[in-house]
């Protein structure tokens, strides 16, 4: 294009143009391939287990906080970067409600990390690194956090967290869950906000109880027992 506009070469080949081309090249030469992932069952199911220790008071108060974090993740559909900046700046507000199934509530989880720890916290403090030390979590040590629960569930180690994001996505379009809620709950485009505001009381009721389901019918017994 440039050389029909009477460019020269030394004018067209410049390091500016080969960095703004940079991109669309490299997305031209990426292969797409079909990428194996992991199940939110397999997630759910070792926070099942966890659940047992829970209730007995055994976790320790890192151990809860850990999958407070992992489970905010799954029913809020953030990134960690974004979660973190919701619970820190309040620039985000999340809603998160009590699920019938209390092995993978999040608020359950909240409550038993509150009463471990003996005092009252905000999601805010979560990300502290304790109560003495009001230093806050850095994206690197949350994400830590996240992958030592994601690995202790068997999920291959090659997988960041980024992707309880696209599991939960998955997981929701396996549960024959519309487009709408989907879009809604994961906030993919503006007319969900539209929906959620004007038409939707219920908010994503039905995508949090759907989340909750996604375990084994083996794992949920037995930690009913």
Same mark, same amino acid.
């Given at each position: ?9 030394? %004018?067209? #080949?410049?390091? /500016? !143009?080969?960095?703004? &081309?940079?991109?669309? *090249? ?6 797409? @391939? ?28 890192? %151990?809860? #906080?850990?999958? /407070? !974090?992992?489970?905010? &993740?799954?029913?809020? *559909? ?6 973190? @900046? ?30 471990? #720890? ?108």
């Amino acid at each position: 294009m440039f050389e029909l506009m009477g460019r020269e070469e030394k %004018e067209i #080949r410049n390091k /500016v !143009i080969e960095q703004l &081309m940079l991109k669309p *090249v490299t997305n031209i030469r990426k292969v797409i @391939r079909e990428v194996i992932i992991w199940k939110m069952e397999q997630l759910h199911d070792y926070i099942v287990k966890l659940s047992v220790e829970r209730d007995k008071g055994s976790l320790a108060v890192n %151990e809860l #906080r850990r999958v /407070v !974090i992992t489970e905010f &993740m799954v029913y809020s *559909v953030l990134r960690l970067s974004e979660l973190q @900046r919701a619970m820190l700046n309040r620039k985000c507000r999340i809603t998160l409600k009590v699920v019938t199934n209390r092995t993978v509530c999040p608020i359950t989880w909240f409550q038993a990390r509150n009463g471990k #720890r003996k005092i009252n916290t905000t999601d805010k403090d979560l990300l502290r690194t304790n109560s003495e030390n009001k230093r806050s979590l850095t994206p690197e040590e949350c994400s830590k956090e996240v992958h030592i629960v994601m690995n202790s569930a068997g999920i291959d180690k090659r997988h960041s967290v980024t992707t309880i994001r696209k599991v939960a996505i998955s997981a929701m379009q396996n549960k024959n869950k519309t487009k709408i809620e989907i879009d809604r709950w994961s906030r993919h485009s503006e007319s969900a906000d539209t929906t959620r505001e004007n038409y939707d009381v219920n908010n994503n009721d039905s995508i949090r109880k759907a989340l909750s389901e996604c375990v084994s019918t083996r794992e949920e017994s037995n930690a009913s027992e």
